[in-house]
């Protein structure tokens, strides 16, 4: 029972933050989000330039991007506000965001990592070494978009 | 989740079919070759309302047809007041943003958009499936539920295989195989695996929305699947790929092993404790399996019908393996639902198995038998080596055929088998 009630509250909290998070920065509603929770450059990188692909060409509204270590990207800092909205969001309150949009199944929330549910990175390292990791990266997060 | 699914798909057609006095004189399109897309081309198709086309930003699936429809990139659309424009959720917004700088009137895009719960029935939803889930953790106290969510014979074989493996990896003391099919519990018991439980499909979902909202590490459960299953289906499509097969990647992704070191083999009943049918003959019979569940593409009785004949000319007894009452049994043969304790020693004294791609072929992998396996037409080249025994190192590949089958050679494919059987 505790576990339940532990659960309900991180939620709320989640809910919360992110309503806070989402006015400070004027993130526009309907926006696509991306979390970006691992300082992994390799990961974050072809994480960034699909997003930017896929706005470049029309496929996605400008993603907006939460990542609680901005050093783990390398996109050029100048042009950043011009492609994306990123938005710098504590570890502790990411965690939070990222159980509320669980929860919720928010369909605009996307998070960029290779763990599970949606990757198993050690698996991928022992089946496909040799395998170019970006090619895994957008195969698996992306979908080849 | 079953349920939303079903919210969702209903949300589709009811949309299409409130929009059904507009669409009808118009060129409509729909946006995106996607599985929902699918279930508002199907609705269209009962409404006879013709689909010109379909648009994808996807460059590699323009130019293809999906569903007898021609697919093309969004620039090709040639915006009319007749020209109306489907959208059935994924970035809805910015496919609506797209047609818009493209000249689209606003009124002519139709968005269905996911069904919505309000956050209050979410939480009444989660509560109700956490009550199962407390309910199991009651019953089975210490017992870790590793939980097979995927009823397919084959990966349930595959999970038998390697599950002692898991357990010992995982250093798993106590634990229960929970599936919602009686069929993967037999497979399953097969490797001598006891304590398998049979739940309802509804308390599986409910078991899901558990460990996706909390994560599987605070609860004592453990989800035997591949993580995101078109993630699995992508990476077999990457070219570099083409020496992994399915058990390769099962093995990896799904058991988290690399090797075949903790693999087992099922134990059978001996053969004479079988009461075999009378009509087999040692060496002279042969078993078609001519249905396949999962992968749906089935091949016409007539040329089932031919190889019986061909078969009856040469003395085989002949057999239909059938396992529902929609799979009708093969004129001229004997219908046979074998239990799957008995299967290989009775295939072994049969002699012959010749049926098309199914999780049954991996139960009798291990047959001496004779076995020609056929591989389904929309099975690319890629999807044959992924799914083949060959490649999985499945049983004794001197006595396996596999067949690629193709409609238009047919008559070549039959007389392959002619050839193999003596």
Redesign the interface.
Known sequence: MR??IN??WN?FWGALLWRIYQSFNHIPR?S?IYIFPEQDLVLNDVGINCLQRNYA?????KPVVLCADLNSISFPKEKRSKEFIIVKVSKRDLKKIIIYA????K?EFHTVSLD?????R??LA???A??PST??IE???F??? | MVDDYFRWVSKIQRTVADNKNILRNSDVYLFGASDSTKVAALELKNLNIRVSGVID??KNKCGTVWMGTPIIP?KSLKVSNHTFVIIC?G????KK??LL?LGMAESNIIVVL?SAKS?LE??WD??KA?AVYWGLKKKYRERKMIILPINATGDAYLTGRYIKGYITQNNIQTYVLLTSSKSVKKILELYGETYVDVISLGDMDKLKEVV???G?S??NVVFLMF??L??HQ??I??E??TT?SFL??FR??VM?M?DEKNARLPVFKPLNEIALNEKIVKGKTVLLAPYASTFDDEIDVEWWEELVLYLKTKNYIVFSNTSSESESVIRGTVGASWKYEELVPILDFCGYFIGVRSGLCEVISSSSCRKIIIYQEYMSKRKMEYFSLKNMGLGDSSILTEIKWEDKKKEQILNDIREKIE
Do not use: R, T
């Not at chain 1, 599970?116 to 198993?120: L, T, V």
């Not at chain 2, 970035?91 to 910015?94: K, S």
């Open positions: 576990l339940l659960i309900l939620v309907h696509s060409k029309g496929a996605l509204s669980n929860f919720f199944a369909m599970k549910p949606d990757g198993n050690s698996f022992n089946q496909f040799g395998v090619d895994i195969y698996c997060i979908n080849k978009i | 930003n996807n969004p959720g970035d809805v917004y910015a943003k797209q700088s996911p956050h979410i939480i989660f509560i956490y996706d909202k909390v599987e605070k609860l993580w995101g078109y993630a992508n990476l499509k990457i570099e790929f992994i390769e990647m990896g992704a988290g690399n």
